[in-house]
C-alpha cells in the first residue's frame, strides 16, 4: 500500500506566477488535508478536503489560494500569483474512512499520514 | 497562542544515550501526537496518546501525558545516529477535530 503522494517534489516559479501541488492519498483514505511549514516552524493547517467538498479552509489565506479534491484524481492545491512569502514546504495528510459496509460513516480519524511534501521556492 | 512547545529547541547527545523532549500545550485535548521529520523529509508518525492515557510505548519511545499539567515528553531509548531528526509534537482538540496543531519541534543531533 503505496503511502501518500505528492508532486512535485520541488517546485520552482517567479513572482506572479501560478503553483500548483498535487496530493494522492493513501488508498482507502477519503480526507485529505494541506499544511503548510515555514523555515524553523511547526505545520499550520489549511485546509481539509472530502472527494468534492471543502470542509473547513479556515487556514487557507483568503486570497489566491485555492484547494480541490475532485470525483477522480489527486488533491489539487492552487497558489495563484505567487509572493516570495509563499515560499515554504507544503505538506498533505490523508486519514481513512471509518467503519464498513453500505452505512459506514465518513468522519475523520485521528491519525494523519504525511506525504514527503513539495518545497516551493519563489523567485 | 501557540499550541503544542517543545522544548529544548536543540539537543545533541552522544549515541547509546537517551533523549528526552518535552511539549506544553495550552487547551485541553483529544490527542497528542508525535511526528519525526528527517532533514528535508516528509512526517513520520510516531506515536499517539490519548487524553485518558498517561503513558504509551513503542520500540525505543516512551511517551508520557500529564493533562493535568499540560504536558507530554518523548524519551527515546539508546540513541542512534539514525534518531537525528527533528521531532514535533501536535494536538488535536475538540470534538470531531482534525486540525493538528504542532508546536516548532525540538531537533535532535545523535553524534556517532
Known amino acids: 500500500n503505496a503511502g501518500v503522494m505528492q508532486n512535485p517534489r520541488h517546485l520552482v516559479r517567479r513572482r506572479g506566477q501560478e503553483a500548483r501541488l498535487r496530493c494522492s492519498p493513501m488508498k482507502g483514505h477519503s480526507h485529505v488535508y494541506w499544511y503548510r511549514q515555514l523555515p524553523e516552524e511547526g505545520l499550520k493547517f489549511m485546509v481539509y478536503l472530502q472527494k468534492e467538498n471543502i470542509i473547513d479552509e479556515s487556514g487557507m489565506p483568503k486570497e489566491r489560494f485555492s484547494a480541490e479534491f475532485p470525483k477522480e484524481g489527486p488533491s489539487i492545491l492552487r497558489i495563484q500569483q505567487v509572493v516570495r512569502g509563499d515560499s515554504a514546504a507544503y505538506f498533505c495528510?490523508?486519514?481513512?474512512?471509518?467503519?464498513?459496509?453500505?452505512?459506514?460513516?465518513?468522519?475523520?480519524?485521528?491519525?494523519?499520514?504525511f506525504g514527503p511534501g513539495t518545497r516551493l521556492t519563489v523567485l | 497562542s501557540q499550541q503544542g512547545e517543545e522544548d529544548p529547541q536543540a539537543l545533541s547527545i552522544q549515541e547509546g544515550e537517551n533523549a528526552t523532549m518535552n511539549c506544553s500545550y495550552k487547551?485541553?485535548?483529544?490527542?497528542l501526537q508525535w511526528y519525526r521529520q528527517n532533514s528535508g523529509r516528509g512526517l513520520v508518525h510516531l506515536i499517539l496518546i490519548r487524553s485518558n492515557e498517561r503513558e504509551k510505548h513503542s520500540g525505543r519511545l516512551r511517551v508520557t501525558l500529564d493533562t493535568s499539567k499540560k504536558s507530554s515528553s518523548l524519551l527515546i531509548t539508546a540513541s542512534r545516529a539514525a534518531d537525528t531528526a527533528s521531532y514535533f509534537c501536535a494536538t488535536l482538540s475538540g470534538a470531531g477535530s482534525y486540525q493538528l496543531t504542532f508546536g516548532k519541534g525540538t531537533k535532535l543531533s545523535v553524534i556517532p
Open positions: 487547551t485541553s485535548i483529544n490527542n
Open positions: 495528510a490523508s486519514s481513512p474512512t471509518t467503519g464498513t459496509g453500505p452505512k459506514r460513516r465518513r468522519t475523520s480519524t485521528d491519525t494523519q499520514y
